[in-house]
């Protein structure tokens, strides 16, 4: 079992709408969990993190986190065409180490 | 410019040839870490550094060599290059006193041919 894993993808969802993404981890002890954006052959830039229960929001995005069902998603309200990329959940192990899911393709539609 | 910078931007070599990839970082960050994107499988790790000096094994680390004799530099080598090596390479630091997550570098897409 992979220590991240997300939604397969790719999602599209049309403009303004909300897209969902979804993220299981294993390792029941992470205390940190990050979700990074990716634009095409670019390189990752972290968009939120989240360390405790319960929702995130910062402008149009949402985390939530639930370290029960050792679940993190995302949500991105009022998409926008910008908005368009590959979301990968990252997750804190031990150290300073970050195991990041496969990732998940987001395309929205104009 | 203060920052994460990789070099070279884009690389193509032949397989057996020995190729570094450079990484420098401008913030005196403690941690630095290299690693590779497939498609498919996402960014794995490569090696890892939690200071000058000290390095360590991550999740593939085989075929690659790590040195960091400076906390601003932290070259990757490929001894004998592979075509499974072909991908794109990301370098990454992070501070420990007050970690917000990686701050990445902008990639190094290399070509074994």
């Known amino acids: 079992q992979k220590e991240v894993e997300q939604n397969s993808g790719p999602l599209s969802v049309p403009e303004g709408a909300i897209a969902s993404l979804n993220c299981t981890y294993s390792?029941?002890?992470?205390?940190?969990f990050f979700w990074y954006r990716q634009y095409s052959g670019k390189s990752p830039e972290l968009i939120m993190s989240?360390?405790?229960?319960g929702d995130k929001e910062d402008g149009r995005f949402t985390a939530q986190l639930n370290k029960a069902s050792q679940y993190v998603s995302l949500l991105i309200r009022d998409s926008q065409p910008s908005d368009s990329a590959t979301y990968l959940c990252a997750v804190k192990t031990n150290d300073y180490k970050l195991s990041f899911g496969a990732g998940t393709t987001v395309t929205v539609r104009a | 410019d203060a920052g994460i910078t990789q070099s070279p931007r884009y690389k193509i070599t032949e397989t057996g040839r020995q190729v570094t990839l450079m990484c420098h970082q401008t913030?005196?960050?403690?941690?630095m870490f290299w690693y590779r994107q497939d498609l498919g499988h996402g960014l794995r790790l490569i090696y890892y550094s939690a200071a000058a000096d000290i390095t360590d094994k991550g999740e593939v680390p085989d075929g690659y060599v790590v040195s960091r004799s400076k906390t601003e530099n932290f070259p990757l080598t490929l001894e004998s290059a592979t075509r499974s090596q072909t991908s794109v390479y990301f370098c990454?630091?992070?501070?420990?006193?007050?970690?917000?997550?990686?701050?990445f570098g902008s990639g190094t897409r290399l070509t074994v041919v």
């Open positions: 989240i360390y405790s229960n």
């Open positions: 390792d029941r002890g992470s205390q940190s």
């Open positions: 913030w005196s960050h403690s941690y």
């Open positions: 990454a630091s992070s501070e420990s006193r007050q970690w917000y997550g990686y701050t």
